[in-house]
């Protein structure tokens, strides 16, 4: 018998992806399956914390999912084509999963998929979040609808809204022409899950933990399957050791401590070594992109002893390359402060001067400038740069933060 609940919602969102791959795969119907799947997993989090898993975990799960789905298309008689379609399917009864160490290469395949389908071109990055969340890491509309502090509602509707764009779209890996594309769409989404639940960008809390867990989650799933593309690595090796410093992050009570204020004796070493071996690994899997520069850059943070210790000149040296690479706003400004550290608050401002119209009204942009003022002497400056940091974000613990401070700073009375 399972003794905790938890030990069988981490076996469902292991198996919700195989899972739903299969009825897909087996019936189409991406919509309907996602609701039989959604069911079956259910029936499993009523029944198996009580009566101990089944001989086959994922074999139950497809039979009842599957019984669910002809089940439904049967009954659905205002929709005649899919009645027709329900009377040549097999039997429900006939349909099973493999034994027991059965080997199924397909099933595994049906992962990243699945993946590729959620984060199908036609549908905008809210609904890729969204449904991949849903249809992969097996969460509730309920879950993902909390973590994104929306109604249940509302996320119910971006879902439904999903399924009904990719209504039609074959179940098959993207082919070679405009599979790259796609792949770094589906990192792109991973990435997205992980910052939002990494640094909420509003709410009460700095960190949603189920958000970045399911990140991580997914994404070694995906690195499982493509063990040797140095984009999933590298992606895979940042979130670690971006999530490692988690426990420092927070003080008691729950107000935001900053990188170098950190007791990094806090930090997740086991994480931090598996993520400077991926590292490494991911940059010798090809030329560096995106991930694996910013894996790199958080591997030389995790590595310093302190704060003083950091080699800011290298990791200047990584922001340029990595800015050359992809012209993103928040490497700009990561390159702004990392070009402060190693030469002095006044080149950083003039640097941050670059980005005002690239970033203009952007709360990051004047929360670096208040911090490189407040290094340059320029309290008055400083203060007034804190507290309009502090108006633009609506995440609380990062207001509480800066409001303090520009509190703390002297007057020019003083």
């Given at each position: ?7 069988v919602?981490d076996?469902?969102?292991?198996h919700a ?12 119907h ?7 799947v ?25 039979k009842?999912a599957?019984?669910?789905l ?7 008689e ?9 009377a040549?399917l097999?039997?429900?009864d006939?349909?099973t999963?493999p ?7 397909p ?11 959620c984060?199908?071109?036609e ?12 249809a992969?890491g ?9 973590a994104?502090?929306?109604p ?9 809204r ?11 890996q ?13 990192l ?27 990140a ?12 040797h ?24 009570h ?5 990188l170098?204020?950190q ?13 400077t071996?991926l ?8 030329p ?30 990584l ?5 050359r690479r ?6 700009e ?25 690239l970033l ?17 002497g320029?309290?008055e ?23 303090t ?10």
């Open positions: 018998m399972l003794r905790r609940t938890t030990e919602e076996l469902l969102r292991l992806p195989q899972v739903l791959g299969a009825l897909v795969r087996r019936y189409g991406f919509g309907a399956a996602e609701d039989a959604q069911e079956a997993l259910l029936a499993a989090a009523r029944q198996w914390p009580d009566q101990g898993l089944p001989e086959n975990p994922r074999g139950w799960l497809i009842v599957s019984r669910r002809t089940d439904q298309l049967r009954a659905d205002a929709r005649r084509r899919r009645e027709e379609d329900a040549l097999t039997p429900r006939a349909f999963a034994a027991p160490g059965e080997s199924r290469a099933a595994d395949d049906d992962t990243l998929t699945l993946l590729f389908l984060c199908h071109p549908l905008t990055p809210a609904a890729q979040v969204a449904l991949t969340l849903r992969v097996g969460l509730t509309t309920a879950e993902i609808a909390r994104h502090l929306v249940e509602a509302t996320m119910a509707q971006r879902i439904s999903a399924k009904g764009r990719i209504k039609g779209v074959s179940f098959r993207p082919g070679p022409e405009d599979r790259d594309a796609r792949l770094a769409a589906v792109q989404v991973l990435y997205l899950i992980f910052n939002e639940g990494y640094t909420a960008t509003s709410g009460d809390a700095l960190h949603r933990a189920e958000l970045a867990r399911e991580i989650r997914l994404t070694r799933a995906v690195r499982r399957l493509l063990p593309e140095g984009a999933v690595t590298g992606l895979l090796a940042l979130m670690l050791l971006t999530e490692a410093r988690t426990a420092a992050r927070t003080g008691p729950g107000e935001l401590i900053p170098d204020a007791d990094r004796g806090r930090w997740d070493r086991r994480a931090i070594d598996e993520g071996a590292v490494e690994e991911a940059l010798s899997q090809g560096p992109g995106a991930y694996q520069l910013q894996a790199a850059i958080a591997a030389l943070h995790d590595e310093a002893p302190s704060a003083d210790a950091t080699d800011w000149p290298q990791i200047l040296a922001y340029d390359h990595l800015v992809t012209h993103e706003p928040m490497a400004l990561g390159r702004v402060v990392a070009c402060a550290m190693v030469h002095g608050p006044h080149a950083g401002l003039t640097e941050l001067a670059a980005l005002e119209d203009m009204g952007h709360h990051r942009l004047e929360a670096v400038r208040a911090h490189l003022l407040e290094k340059a320029d309290t400056g400083a203060r007034a740069a804190y507290r309009l940091a502090a108006q633009g974000t609506l995440s609380r613990p990062e207001a509480h933060y800066l409001l401070r520009a509190a703390r700073l002297p007057t020019g009375d003083a």
